[in-house]
């Protein structure tokens, strides 16, 4: 495409910070697979040839030789609900953890719901969702709106976390509609809203999963029925 222009390359650098995507509603993806994903979305592509210093303009240590520009996509209530099942993350900040979530919910069919979670459109999130950001349907909420959703919604509430009521994680199978709230691995769920506690039984010797494995685990439960 040619030499970046410095105000481009201004511009690719604001999207290292959130409140700079959020105000220009724009984000950094970086990498074909993402790129390829992202394409519907993408505003301006750029490789190490277009630019001065490349590896400054991007976020990752051994940066691939291609990024890209992209609209962060603008996902509805609506949107999110289409779904049978609905992922809500509660406090999830590990970008790694949201991105492979947001993966998962491309590959079973979920929406989802972030509650004071990583932002979706950080090049982190992106990465690791391998650009599923700009499939699956996600809107992110604070912790009043998202009690408030969880009200209205007419589907039953689980809560994926171990207590002494809890219920085996096949109760969410057969459920036409559900919406499931994890919590991140150190500090649980704290949202104030009622639902079914299920656990997922594993070896006690393993003290806990990663909120992405029990994800995972419950949506292939929901996928497979």
Known sequence: MGMLSQNQERLIRSLHTGSNRQRLGLCLVEGEKSIREARDYVELLFN???CRDFDRLVTTE????????????KWTENDV???ATIIVLDGVQDPGNV??????CRGFGAGLVLIESAEPSSPKVIRSSAG?????????M????GTDFLSRIDRPIFRLEKW???VPISAIADCPEVALIAGSEGKGIKLKV????VAIDHDPELESLNVSQAAAIALYIRYRK
């Open 48 to 50: 190490r040839q277009d």
């Open 62 to 73: 051994t940066p691939q030789n291609g990024a890209a520009v992209a609209r962060i996509p």
């Open 81 to 83: 609900t289409r779904n």
């Open 99 to 104: 991105g492979s979530i947001v993966r998962l």
């Open 132 to 140: 599923a950001i700009f499939h699956v349907p996600w809107v992110r």
């Open 142 to 145: 604070s912790k009043a709106t």
């Open 164 to 166: 002494s009521g809890s």
């Open 194 to 197: 009622d639902g079914q506690s």
